[in-house]
C-alpha cells in the first residue's frame, strides 16, 4: 500500500530517519512538510535514544526540488499571505537544522534545489551522488536565493557563489564539494547500504564508529567538476562591483563560456539580479545564519510583491514559453533606491523573522557594491 503521508519517519536503530514524500512534484516542500520536519526534529533533540538524524527524498528523481513554486505563485497572484507564514517556518527550519546539536545527514541525491538546499546543505554531513543536481536558480523566476543560500554562497571560494548566485546554475558533486555545499560523495548504489548502515551504527569503520566515520567509508571520489578549471574567469568576472560591469567584463574576457554566460544573463530578471548581487554581498559581512536568514525574509517579502515572480513563474513553470516580460526591462532602468528597498525594514503590521540576537544588519559601505548595481 502507497504511503501518502508527506513526510515519512522511521526509526532504525539510534537513526531518525525522515523521508521527503512528495515523489510527483519533486519532493518540493509544502508548510505542511516544513511543520512536520520541525516537529520531528525538536522530538529528536530531545529523545536520547535518537543519536543520529538520516533526510532522503522518495523516488530516484531527487532530495527536493524546492518550495511549491505554483501555490506560491497563486498566493501572490491573490495578495495573499499564507507564503510569508511558510518562509517563516521554513527559515526557522533552516536555522534548527544548521544548529542541531546531533549528527544530521543529508542525501543530496538528484536534484537539489532551492528549499531543497535549505533542508540538506545547513546539515552537519552532507552527502551527493554522481546524479546530484544542486542549484539555487531563483533569478530565472523573478526571486533572490532564500533559505541560507546566500550565506552558503558568499562563503563559496572566490566568486563562485556569485557566479551561482547569478546564473542559477546547477553544479554536480565534485563541484558541490567545492562551493562548500556538500562534504562527501557516495556513489548512489551504496546509498541503501550506507542507509542500513547508519540505522546499525557500523559500516566498512567497523562497529561503534561515529556517524561521520560510517559516512567516511562509504566515500569515493566524485566525477569531475568543471569550476576549478574555470576559476580564473569566474573569479576576474564577478568581482566587479555591478551587475553591468559583470557583463561587461564577461563579454570582453575572451573565454567563450564567459560570453555564453553573459547572454544567459540577460535573460534573467534584471531586479533578480541587482537585488541577488547585493544580497550575497552583504550575506558575506553578516554574523552567522540568523542574520542571513533575517536579512533574507525581509527581501523575499519584497520580492513576492514584486510581479516579476509571477511573471516568472508564469514564463518559466506554468506556460512555458520562456518569454517573461520583466519589469523593469532592462539593468540600467532598475533604480538604486528600489534595490536598497528590499533590504529596508519591513512596514507596519509586518512582522520581522528576527532570529538573530539583533535587528538584521543593513548597513554596508556607500557605493555601487550596496546598490548591487
Known amino acids: 500500500m502507497n504511503d501518502d503521508r508527506p513526510v515519512l519517519l522511521e526509526t532504525r536503530g539510534t537513526c531518525m530517519h525522515?523521508?521527503?514524500?512528495?515523489?510527483?512534484?519533486?519532493?518540493?516542500?509544502?508548510?505542511?512538510?516544513?511543520?512536520?520536519?520541525?516537529?520531528?526534529?525538536?522530538?529528536?533533540?530531545?529523545?536520547?535514544?535518537?543519536?543520529?538524524?538520516?533526510?532522503?527524498?522518495?523516488?530516484?528523481?531527487?532530495?527536493?526540488?524546492?518550495?511549491?513554486?505554483?501555490?506560491?505563485?497563486?498566493?501572490?497572484?491573490?495578495?495573499?499571505?499564507?507564503?510569508?507564514?511558510?518562509?517563516?517556518?521554513?527559515?526557522?527550519?533552516?536555522?534548527?537544522?544548521?544548529?542541531?546539536?546531533?549528527?544530521?545527514?543529508?542525501?543530496?541525491?538528484?536534484?537539489?534545489?532551492?528549499?531543497?538546499?535549505?533542508?540538506?546543505?545547513?546539515?552537519?554531513?552532507?552527502?551527493?551522488?554522481?546524479?546530484?543536481?544542486?542549484?539555487?536558480?531563483?533569478?530565472?523566476?523573478?526571486?533572490?536565493?532564500?533559505?541560507?543560500?546566500?550565506?552558503?554562497?558568499?562563503?563559496?571560494?572566490?566568486?563562485?557563489?556569485?557566479?551561482?548566485?547569478?546564473?542559477?546554475?546547477?553544479?554536480?558533486?565534485?563541484?558541490?564539494?567545492?562551493?562548500?555545499?556538500?562534504?562527501?560523495?557516495?556513489?548512489a548504489r551504496l546509498l541503501p547500504a550506507l542507509t542500513e548502515a547508519l540505522g546499525r551504527q557500523t559500516g566498512p569503520a567497523g562497529p561503534g564508529a561515529s556517524v561521520a566515520d560510517i559516512v567516511q567509508g562509504f566515500a569515493t571520489d566524485p566525477p569531475a567538476g568543471e569550476l576549478a578549471a574555470q576559476r580564473d574567469w569566474i573569479d576576474d568576472c564577478y568581482a566587479a562591483d555591478t551587475v553591468e560591469d559583470i557583463i561587461r567584463k564577461l563579454r570582453a574576457s575572451g573565454v567563450p563560456a564567459a560570453r555564453t554566460v553573459a547572454d544567459e544573463l540577460l535573460t534573467k530578471s534584471p531586479l533578480a539580479l541587482k537585488v541577488t548581487l547585493a544580497a550575497v554581498r552583504r550575506a558575506a559581512r553578516l554574523a552567522g545564519l540568523e542574520a542571513v536568514l533575517d536579512q533574507e525574509f525581509r527581501v523575499s517579502s519584497r520580492a513576492f510583491e514584486h510581479p516579476d515572480f509571477v511573471e516568472g513563474v508564469r514564463a518559466r513553470i506554468i506556460d512555458k514559453d520562456n518569454a517573461p516580460q520583466w519589469k523593469p526591462g532592462s539593468l540600467a532602468e532598475v533604480d538604486d533606491q528600489e534595490v536598497a528597498r528590499f533590504f529596508a525594514p519591513l512596514g507596519p503590521g509586518e512582522q520581522e523573522l528576527a532570529l538573530a540576537p539583533g535587528p538584521a544588519d543593513t548597513s554596508a559601505r556607500d557605493g555601487q557594491d550596496e546598490q548591487g548595481g
Open 18 to 187: 525522515l523521508t521527503l514524500n512528495r515523489p510527483k512534484a519533486l519532493n518540493a516542500l509544502s508548510h505542511t512538510m516544513v511543520r512536520l520536519l520541525d516537529e520531528a526534529l525538536a522530538r529528536a533533540e530531545q529523545d536520547e535514544a535518537i543519536e543520529s538524524v538520516l533526510l532522503s527524498g522518495a523516488g530516484e528523481r531527487g532530495l527536493c526540488a524546492g518550495g511549491d513554486i505554483r501555490a506560491l505563485h497563486d498566493d501572490a497572484r491573490a495578495s495573499g499571505r499564507a507564503s510569508l507564514e511558510f518562509w517563516r517556518d521554513e527559515y526557522r527550519l533552516n536555522a534548527r537544522i544548521a544548529r542541531f546539536p546531533k549528527p544530521y545527514v543529508a542525501l543530496m541525491d538528484g536534484i537539489v534545489m532551492g528549499g531543497g538546499v535549505g533542508v540538506s546543505a545547513h546539515a552537519g554531513i552532507r552527502v551527493v551522488t554522481e546524479r546530484s543536481r544542486v542549484a539555487m536558480p531563483e533569478t530565472a523566476i523573478g526571486f533572490v536565493p532564500d533559505v541560507g543560500g546566500t550565506g552558503l554562497l558568499a562563503a563559496a571560494p572566490g566568486e563562485l557563489g556569485t557566479h551561482l548566485a547569478l546564473t542559477g546554475r546547477s553544479v554536480g558533486a565534485a563541484d558541490a564539494i567545492l562551493c562548500g555545499l556538500a562534504d562527501h560523495h557516495v556513489p
